[in-house]
């Protein structure tokens, strides 16, 4: 090493300090998007489970089918938003979408619900409002006893 090279080491240390923050920063709302996502996803799973067998129509008038029941789309929808609204989804998350479809040929019933996310940290270039979306699909399947 020369002695007569002149610097400092301090941008250099400052720079990667910097980066480091943003790095932890970015996996810190990663962690947290995808923690949310997640819980998302356990209502959207629940909210389709509830909608497939509340809403389930003919049972009485008709009897069992042979394999899955059919769901009324009006009464699916009620079902979901009665799931949600019992479990406190409007209120933790205060902003939320919720679809809720019946797909006659297979009779199962589809939830997809949006919600906005809470990120902890702001990091400079993201989304300032951004969302997270879970999918939960359901169907209530007879098995004949035996």
């Known amino acids: 090493m020369r002695r ?3 610097g400092s080491a301090i941008p250099l240390i400052v720079g990667l300090a910097g980066v480091l923050v943003l790095a932890i920063a970015v996996v810190v709302n990663a962690s947290s998007a995808f923690m949310q996502r997640q819980s998302l996803d356990t209502l959207a799973d629940g909210a389709a489970l509830y909608g497939a067998d509340i809403g389930s129509a003919g049972v009485y008038a ?4 042979a394999e899955r029941l059919l769901q009324e789309e009006r009464a699916v929808r009620v079902a979901v938003h009665d799931y949600l609204r ?3 989804a409007y209120d933790t ?3 939320i979408a919720v679809v809720a479809r019946v ?3 297979a009779r199962a019933v589809t939830v997809v619900l949006s919600a906005p996310v809470d990120l902890p940290l702001t990091v400079p270039g993201t989304p300032s409002s951004p969302t997270v979306s879970a999918t939960g699909r ?3 399947t007879i098995e004949p006893a035996g």
Do not use: F, K
């Open 138 to 140: 359901a169907a209530v």
């Open 93 to 95: 998350y205060g902003d």
């Open 86 to 88: 019992r479990v406190g």
């Open 4 to 6: 007569d090279e002149q």
């Open 103 to 105: 797909d006659p040929a």
């Open 62 to 65: 008709e009897g069992l089918p």
